[in-house]
């Protein structure tokens, strides 16, 4: 089993990274990192060096918010721990690829963690999408911040991802099963007052020549939607519930069980195995194009509570 530790026990960590590693007896985790956070069950500890000489890691999984995330996980690659990097895995491509190289000069495994790649559905589209002809995508990315991420003050802030957020993921499934690379053309994007980063916005986004439509909402209540359509001339893929629901021209594809954090963590434990990384900078390269060159308007300020 490979020990394995978690920086950054919020609830991604505790509702995701938790339980994905214990269901998996390739890993045993034996420890965490957080400053604010207590647990009955895993040892936590107030930083990195604390939690190496305690819990002696072989790999963590880095789960802080984005704006910490390179800084800890160079400390760990120079720790000689394999690293896995919860989504998006940093501020910016540069840095991110800069992590790549620390890692190949140590000999460990950097994996970029892009949980809705590994949805039930994604697979199966992305087989069915090879060769067919690609008339046009749509995307509908709507949640509600309170929900999602209740408090949580920096995903707002410089460092934080707005709308993005949650959107790098529809990105991150648009990168993975459609042929053509994907370009930003334009963005236009909502700023509560106040505030650094979007809560909402649309993109317009060409892959070859197909355009590509993305309506991203931080602000949505009732009945959550993370969609994707994509028309061809043999019928509409849709790809509902962030990729866990299928259907091709109206008929539901069974594609089994949602399982996307165990689909990430069995690719971990291959990776590491076979003293391999994998490292996907396409879905953070898109959001940094749609905030450079996205048209910004200020928008009623918003407040958690």
Not at 242 to 253: R, V
């Amino acid at each position: 089993m490979l020990p394995i530790a978690i920086v950054g026990l919020g609830k991604i960590a505790r509702d995701q990274h938790v339980p994905a590693i214990r269901a998996d007896n390739r890993f045993q985790l034996t420890g965490a990192v957080d400053p604010h956070a207590q647990s009955g069950d895993v040892p936590v500890y107030a930083d990195l060096p604390a939690m190496i000489a305690a819990a002696a890691p072989a790999a963590v999984a880095i789960c802080t918010p984005p704006f910490a995330r390179v800084a800890m996980a160079r400390e760990a690659i120079a720790a000689g721990l394999h690293v896995l990097l919860e989504k998006p895995p940093g501020l910016t491509v540069d840095e991110v690829t800069g992590l790549e190289l620390l890692a190949r000069e140590a000999g460990v495994t950097l994996f970029t963690a892009w949980h809705s790649q590994e949805a039930a559905g994604v697979d199966t589209a992305r087989d069915w999408l090879s060769g067919r002809t690609i008339e046009a995508v749509r995307v509908t990315w709507k949640e509600d911040i309170r929900v999602w991420h209740p408090g949580q003050e920096w995903i707002l802030e410089e460092g934080g991802f707005g709308v993005f957020d949650p959107g790098i993921n529809a990105l991150s499934i648009l990168t993975d099963i459609l042929p053509a690379p994907l370009a930003v053309e334009s963005a236009a994007l909502s700023v509560p007052a106040g505030r650094s980063q979007p809560i909402a916005g649309t993109l317009a986004l060409l892959s070859g020549d197909v355009p590509v439509s993305v309506e991203l909402d931080f602000l949505h209540e009732g009945v959550q939607s993370w969609d994707i359509e994509i028309d061809t001339p043999d019928g509409m893929l849709k790809l509902a519930m962030g990729g866990a629901d299928l259907t091709i021209a109206g008929e539901s594809i069974a594609v089994g069980t949602n399982v996307e954090y165990p689909r990430l963590y069995a690719r971990f434990a291959e990776l590491v195995a076979r003293g391999e990384s994998d490292v996907d900078l396409a879905p953070l390269r898109l959001v940094a194009e749609a905030l450079a060159i996205g048209v910004r308007r200020e928008v009623e300020a918003f407040a958690f509570a």
